[in-house]
């Protein structure tokens, strides 16, 4: 039987929050691009300035998880995987 110690426990705790919070950035960008996408089919006056915002979001939101990932790199949350 493994015992772990509760500094491990806790590493292992923030790793997986780290995992979800990837995940809602993740669909974040997403909806944004949708939301974009939705501005660029319809020709209503001014959607070329909210596709604009759409796109300036998903931008944003892409270089903080970027930094995010680089962040919980450092920390040790994430590790590569390893080429067999």
Request: with cysteine.
């Amino acid at each position: 039987m493994t015992r772990y110690t509760a500094c491990h426990l806790k590493h292992r705790r923030v790793a997986v929050e780290f995992k979800y919070l990837v995940i809602v950035v993740l669909a974040l960008i997403v909806a944004s691009l949708g939301k974009a996408l939705f501005h660029l089919s319809s020709n209503k006056p001014g959607d070329s300035a909210k596709m604009v915002k759409a796109l300036t979001w998903r931008i944003s939101l892409s270089v903080l998880l970027f930094v995010l990932l680089l962040v919980a790199y450092t920390q040790g949350w994430i590790e590569p995987q390893r080429v067999r």
